[in-house]
């Protein structure tokens, strides 16, 4: 299991890496907002639990934990605080927090309560992946199995990051039907980030490279000119067409 630990206070950070790679767990540590998303999008393995200081510059924990809210809304999240008040609580709370810890803390119960989330956490996964057969979608010579965030290719597996897999299944989900960057920007990304239109390319490029036999001439993912793209599952093959390409 990975813990992310978003903490600013280099002291706390360390002790809290040094407590929980002692249970075994797998620990990433960032001192920021912007840094803990990113890390989050990209992880592989996925993240399974955020322990969240909520007093940080830049971005509040209130506000990171509403931006990872909004991709996964599973993930479990504990918030540490030097804050007592109930009102910061309800904040908390009311932003996603699932459990919460005022500062000093007595690391036995931090480590109860992180064993606690992490055991619903695999709970959770392990009832996902229960039903394998209908989490693999196949097409070509593609199959993506959505259950481990993998992508089999001929040969070669992919992994898959969280926002690979959702803007993969949203092609899938309409299949040639030509998607603006608009569009995906606001249905995979839900407006949330600040993704540009460059990035939403940078992401269609890698899902070529992985699905494409050759990923300079797609079949399946292919480009609207001025538009976006549009996703075929089951390109027409007009041997005429193919000749006339040679
Ligand atoms: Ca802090």
Redesign the pocket.
Known sequence: MRILVV???EAIARGLRFNFEREGYQVDLVSSGPAALELYESAQPPIDLVVL????PEMSGYEICRALRRLDLDIPVLALT?RTLSEDKIQAFDCGVDQYMTKPFSLPELLSRVRNLLDKRRRHLDRRTVRPTEDIVRFSDVAVDFGRFELRHLEEVHPLTTREQELLRYFLENDGVVLSRARLQSEVWKDSADISSRSIDNFVMRLRRMIEDDPSSPRHLLSVRGTGYRFVREPVTDPAAAEAEK
């Open positions: 903490e600013d206070e200081d909520l007093m940080l030097a």
